[in-house]
């Protein structure tokens, strides 16, 4: 492996982990008091939040710097002929004409059903409840 590759995830990490460690050690170790209140705990907390959330940064500098070779993804991203592959490409199919078609009819019916309702006079219900609010001004 190459550190040429996701230098940014790496800095970050290494950053993190050490800021971390610091705050946990200094946290630990130091009695460190204002006004008369400890911040050690703080401190510890702090530290080992850091620590965990450098993870993300590792992660990402090591799935960054996995190296495939063009034969190795080939091969496993080649279409594959089998009849179970073409029995499910079929039925996939299949499914989901199915599914768009009933989709259309269903939107259609919907569509009928709204033009078919009366309005409701709900708004104006609203407008009066308006007028006897402004007349108790």
Known sequence: MALA?????LLAAVLMDLIGI???????F??????????GDLLIYTGAIL?????VGWI???????????????????????TLARLARKISRHLSHKD???????????????LDKPDSLQLSRTKAVIKESEESF
């Open 100 to 114: 768009m078609s009933h989709r259309n009819k269903k939107w259609h019916n919907v569509r009928q059903e709204t």
């Open 30 to 39: 130091a009695e460190l008091q204002l006004n008369g209140q400890d911040y």
């Open 51 to 55: 620590v965990f959330l450098s993870l």
């Open 5 to 9: 590759r996701c230098r940014f995830a």
């Open 22 to 28: 610091t705050s946990l050690l200094v946290g630990i």
């Open 60 to 82: 990402f500098w090591y799935t960054g710097n996995i190296e495939i070779s063009l034969e190795e993804l080939q091969q496993d991203y080649m279409i594959k002929d089998g």
